[in-house]
């Protein structure tokens, strides 16, 4: 007998989210929420990176500039159906603001899934410019009405909680 | 390095970008040892741990990994580990961070327990493989009283046949003698076998079956009684006491026979030491004992010599006979 008159929502995509909810909700309660946002960071950073180099060579450049990071982030954000914009733009800083998570409401309770914005934003941008600090200042995950995620470009004496990003280095071993 | 790092439990090691060691905590050289000074000396993967820098070097924060320590066995996972890249002016150096380790800063007892544990382990081998032969070997003691008894039960046999089959009232008279101290000696083997315990056997069990023996050997019908502690004794001292009490109860069945013969058999211990008493209410031991009789008593006397033990004969309204011997602590009261 078929079932697929049956009102269950549930397609891959419902599935997938629900799956990466369940995920960190769990890693949340087993490991606390700081403990599970670096295990987050490991998985944000390998994601930025496949990215960065997927935007790279789409657009065959060595390196974005500030402009391209900008578009390159906003543009990826919305393929995965993440609505953010530019919301500031300064020689300093990009501010990105959304009203919608890719997560949509999975995203609720589990502020751990920021760090894959933050890694992302901050790999992308670190990898092409040298350096961000990436500062969430609202979340939809916290409870906010949307997220705004301001994306500093240099360095500050007073970086205050804000995790920064650099381009990374590959360091050459001496075997000893 | 940094004095903070001193409140840090968990060994902290600090990497040039080659991987040199430039620094570690206390808890890392109790670790790893003061004359560590390469990664090569901490951990077994080049390729994992160029990957751990490298992710490091690409955040402020500390990231997350696992690696694999030199000299771990394989059922061992990768120890966890924290990378943060350490930037000052335009060099970069690495702190790597063991983590779940806290009670690895007492590396010399974590030593000693992985060794008792070891030995632990040999130990409860061994004992596995002695309890195995020792069950082996149980298996093959009683086998061999089983033969012994099998063994004793066709000599029974033949003695009896020959006995039958001849004539000579001498000759008769010296088969039912060792048919009687034969049976006694079955007596004791049988009951052998039959106990659980290898150490020893029930000896008030074995007293009564040996009354028995002697009743139906004597062909006469006389009341044994029996009054005996149920006391365990082992089989070095079951053996003579089964050959002694035999002798004396065939004694006494033999001069208390008549209308009212009576023969009595008690087994009593007390601290140390058990008696045991056959009293018939015959006409008493003479003087001088001699004959047959005489030579059963000094077969008694060399089996009591034995076992350590003393014959007192006496007349008080029959014959009286009393052994005491000692009774040693692996003789026990059978519950």
Redesign the interface.
């Known amino acids: 007998m078929s079932l697929d008159h049956l009102d269950i929502d549930l397609e891959r995509d419902m599935f997938l989210r629900t799956l990466l909810r369940e995920l960190s909700g769990a890693l949340q309660d087993v490991v606390g929420l700081e ?1 599970a946002s ?2 987050i ?2 998985v944000g ?1 390998a994601v930025g990176k496949a990215l960065d180099e997927k935007y790279r060579a789409a657009l065959a450049v060595d390196r974005l500039s500030a402009e391209q990071v900008a578009q390159v982030l906003v543009d990826l954000k919305q393929r995965i159906k993440g609505d953010f914009y530019v919301a500031e733009q300064r020689e300093d800083r990009i501010v990105f603001a959304s009203n919608s998570c890719p997560f949509g409401e999975f995203v609720a309770g589990r502020p751990a899934l920021c760090m894959m914005t933050s ?1 992302v934003f ?2 992308v941008t ?2 092409n410019l040298g350096y961000a600090r990436v500062q969430i200042d609202k979340a939809i995950a916290r409870g906010d009405p949307g997220c705004r995620v301001t994306v500093y470009l240099t360095p500050n004496q007073d ?1 205050g909680e804000a ?14 | 390095m940094h004095p903070i790092a001193k409140l840090i439990r968990e060994p902290v090691v600090v990497f040039a ?4 060691i430039i620094d570690m905590n206390r808890p890392a050289r109790l670790r790893f040892g003061e004359s560590a ?4 000396q901490l951990f077994a993967d ?1 390729e994992g ?2 990957n751990l ?3 490091a ?9 696992a690696l694999r320590l030199i000299g771990s066995v394989p059922s061992e996972p990768d120890a966890k580990v ?1 990378a943060l ?1 350490l ?1 000052e002016g335009g060099a ?1 150096g ?1 702190a790597v961070k063991l983590r779940d380790v806290v009670g690895d800063q007492f590396p010399a007892l974590t030593a000693q327990v992985r060794e008792l544990n070891g030995e632990v382990a040999v130990r409860r081998r061994i004992q596995a493989e002695l309890e195995e032969s020792l069950a082996h070997n149980k298996v093959l003691y009683r086998e061999l009283q089983h033969r012994v008894k099998n063994h004793l039960q066709m000599i029974l046999a033949l003695v009896s046949t020959a006995g039958r089959e001849s004539d000579d009232p001498g000759r008769k008279q010296f088969v039912k003698m060792l048919q009687s101290k034969l049976s006694a000696l079955f007596d004791a083997q049988r009951l052998m076998y039959s106990e659980e315990s290898a150490d020893g056997l029930r000896v008030d069990q074995m007293l009564s079956a040996l009354a028995e023996t002697v009743q139906s050997l004597a062909g006469v019908r006389i009341a044994i009684v029996v009054r005996a502690e149920p006391v365990i004794a082992p089989n070095d001292l079951a053996f003579p006491l089964a050959l002694i009490a035999n002798e004396l109860l065939t004694n006494a069945v033999k001069y208390a026979a008549g209308p009212e013969a009576a023969v009595s058999l008690d087994f009593v211990r007390s601290e140390g030491e058990a008696v045991l008493t056959v009293r018939d209410n015959g006409p008493g031991f003479a003087p001088a004992a001699s004959g047959p009789t005489s030579s059963g008593l000094g077969l008694v006397r060399g089996l009591c010599r034995q076992i350590g033990g003393h014959l007192a004969i006496k007349s008080d309204g029959g014959a009286v006979a009393v052994v005491s011997f000692p009774l040693s602590e692996a003789s026990h009261a059978a519950v």
């Open positions: 403990e670096g295990y960071s490991v950073a890694n901050g790999h670190g990898e970086g995790r920064e990003y650099f381009r990374r280095v590959r360091p050459e071993l001496a075997d000893l | 970008d080659d991987g040199h000074n390469s990664w090569r080049l741990f160029q820098l490298e992710r070097s690409g955040t402020s924060d500390p990231v997350l990994g924290e890249a930037r970069i690495y």
